[in-house]
Every structure is written in C-alpha cells, then in structure tokens.
C-alpha cells in the first residue's frame, strides 16, 4: 500500500516596494523598485524576488498615490512559495516633477515709424498635442532704431505640469527706414546678437537688402564660418 505525501507551497505576504520618482511624460506609468522588497513567511536562506505592475492614480504633477498590483515571485526559492491572499502591499507614493519647457521669442523688426509687429514664439520640450497658456511677450520699451530685448514670462499656475523657462531670442538690428526717391537703396544692419552676444560681421552675409520701390522686404541673414543657421526679418 502506498499514499501520496505531499508538501505544499508555504504562503508569504510582500512588502517594501517603493515606486520611482519621474519627470511628467502624459502616462500613469510608474516603475517600482523592489530593491528593499521583503517576505514575511520566507525560511531562512530561501531566495525570493518579486515583479508588479505601478500605476500612479494620475498622470499629472504631484505627490500621488501609485497602485500595485499582479504581483509575481520569483527567485531560487520561488517553487515553494505562493502569495498569501490578503495582506501583501497594495500601494506607495511618489513624484511626478514638472517637465522643463523653454520659451523662445521668435526674431522680429520694424522700421522706424512702423507699428509693432505681433510677438510670437517657439517652444520646446511640451508633449505632443498639449500647448503652454497664459505665457505673455513684451519687448522694452523704445521706438528709436536700435536693439530691443523680446522677454516671455509665465503666469504661476497656468502649466502645472511644466516648469516655464523663458529665454532671449536671437535679434537682428536694423537702422532708420529709408524714404524712397526713386534711386536703388540698401538697408544696413547694424549688427546681430545671439543671445545677447554679437556676432563678428564677417560671420554672416546679408539678401535682400537692396530695393528701388517703396514697401517692405524680408532680409535674410545666413551664417558662415563659425556659425551656422539662416534668419529671416520682414
């Protein structure tokens, strides 16, 4: 006569899983670290890991809660082990920080005399599909040829998923407008900065420039030797 003798998998319970802090990226996705994982039940010098799935509750910026969940043990041990039914971890916390954003005036110019041109600009670093709000433009103050400053600033609040970083633009300089008399005239420019450094004059060529009729011309700025990259100024 015979009987089966058998021995059944000893049931343990997790705990200590933490889950990564991370940059917003649009997901709920959370990576755990099991790094301080421990098993409640386990004998001495059995080998257990664990894998799960982390969750954050929101996509957004935050502190949050993270859900775990489909836990799984591994290790050299794991054949002699099931998970208990109640009490192992269910969740932690974490950070979502805000994803650094630049803000980048775009290049413009005028006559003298002229009205303003509308202010507008770049960005870099948002999420495709998702724009910036409440960012306002200013140039300083001046109507005299010169060099202006084209600043951006952020409303506090308005992007809480991202942290705003607004820079100088590039700026071409321009002279006075030049009054039409029927002979062939050419525009100067005076010099060109990048962020606010300027560049020497044999770095770039200037297009566009030279025009006998009345109205306004696009000077193209093109880069040479050191530089590279062409500007376009109505």
Known sequence: TTADFVITPKAVTVSGITANDKVYDGTTNAVLDYSNAQFDGILENDKLTVAAKGMFEKAEAGKQNVAISDLKLGGDSAANYVLAESGNQTETTA??????????????SKVYEEKDPK????????????????????????????????????????????????????????????????????????????????????????????????????????????????????
Do not use: C, F, M, W
């Not at 599909?129 to 952020?154: C, F, H, M, P, V």
């Not at 450094?197 to 109205?215: F, H, M, Q, R, W």
């Not at 030797?225 to 109505?234: E, R, S």
């Open 119 to 234: 202010l507008t600009y770049i960005v870099s670093g948002v999420l495709s599909g998702e724009t910036l709000k409440g960012i306002t433009l200013a140039r300083a103050e001046g109507e005299n040829a010169g060099e202006y400053d084209i600043t951006g600033t952020a409303d506090a609040g308005a992007n809480p998923n991202y942290d705003v970083t607004s820079i100088q633009s590039a700026t071409v300089v321009l002279g006075k407008g030049l009054a039409a008399n029927g002979a062939e005239q050419t525009q100067t420019v005076e010099k060109v900065l990048l962020n606010n450094k300027e560049l020497p004059a044999d770095s770039y060529t200037v297009a566009g420039n030279t025009a006998t009729d009345p109205g306004s011309r696009t000077l193209t700025i093109t880069a040479k030797g050191n530089y590279t990259g062409t500007v376009d100024q109505t």
């Open 95 to 108: 950070t979502i920080t805000a994803k650094e954003v630049t803000v980048t005036p775009d290049n413009k």
